[in-house]
């Protein structure tokens, strides 16, 4: 019975692993938000208007997430801050004194918010660890993914909402 359920357990997590998930009905705007940021301060989604932005719900225990953090800091650097933003909202992590040591430590160079229910909501939910939401420049939600290891499809991505323009010259 245990090696039934193991086996169930193992083919739902590689299934739904970096498998794209349409929002329901097609594209939906990206809800607003005003969050907790490090290493203090707050961060508002209207600094991200009209920007291609990746946004990544993972959490401090999430072993894929910390795995794809130096790939997420490389399409973060090669992209051109004027049009493209990524931040990481970490959820299920604790508070924000237990949340901090985890940047510097992780190496994380993108900014980092503290997830509530609210945001969690406004992107239509988040099932598991991790979750990017590719959100396009008109501020709606083009593509979910769920699970670790997506970087090419995220550039592909940012390409495509480029346009082939300034973006699409980092890959």
């Given at each position: 019975?245990?090696?039934?359920?193991?086996?169930?357990?193992?083919?739902?997590?590689?299934?739904?692993?970096?498998?794209?998930?349409?929002?329901?009905?097609?594209?939906?705007?990206?809800?607003?938000?005003?969050?907790?940021?490090?290493?203090?301060?707050?961060?508002?989604?209207?600094?991200l208007e009209g920007k291609i932005v990746i946004v990544d719900f993972w959490a401090t225990w999430c072993?894929?997430?910390?795995?794809?953090?130096?790939?997420?800091?490389?399409?973060?650097?090669?992209?051109?801050?004027?049009?493209?933003?990524?931040?990481?909202?970490?959820?299920?992590?604790?508070?924000?004194?237990?949340?901090?040591?985890?940047?510097?430590?992780?190496?994380?160079?993108?900014?980092?918010?503290?997830g509530d229910e609210d945001v969690v909501a406004g992107f239509g939910g988040v099932i598991g660890f991790?979750?990017?939401?590719?959100?396009?420049?008109?501020?709606?939600?083009?593509?979910k993914y769920l699970g670790g290891e997506v970087k090419e499809k995220l550039e592909q991505d940012i390409?495509?909402?480029?346009?082939?323009?300034?973006?699409?010259?980092?890959?």
């Amino acid at each position: 019975m245990k090696n039934v359920l193991l086996t169930t357990v193992i083919v739902i997590g590689l299934a739904a692993c970096a498998a794209p998930v349409d929002p329901d009905s097609g594209l939906k705007p990206a809800p607003q938000f005003d969050l907790a940021a490090f290493p203090e301060g707050t961060f508002n989604s209207a600094d991200l208007e009209g920007k291609i932005v990746i946004v990544d719900f993972w959490a401090t225990w999430c072993v894929p997430c910390i795995k794809e953090i130096p790939d997420l800091n490389e399409i973060y650097h090669a992209q051109d801050p004027e049009k493209f933003a990524m931040i990481g909202i970490t959820i299920q992590s604790g508070a924000h004194e237990d949340i901090e040591p985890y940047i510097e430590e992780l190496g994380i160079e993108y900014p980092i918010l503290v997830g509530d229910e609210d945001v969690v909501a406004g992107f239509g939910g988040v099932i598991g660890f991790p979750t990017k939401f590719v959100v396009g420049p008109d501020g709606t939600i083009y593509k979910k993914y769920l699970g670790g290891e997506v970087k090419e499809k995220l550039e592909q991505d940012i390409l495509d909402l480029s346009g082939g323009g300034d973006l699409a010259q980092a890959f």
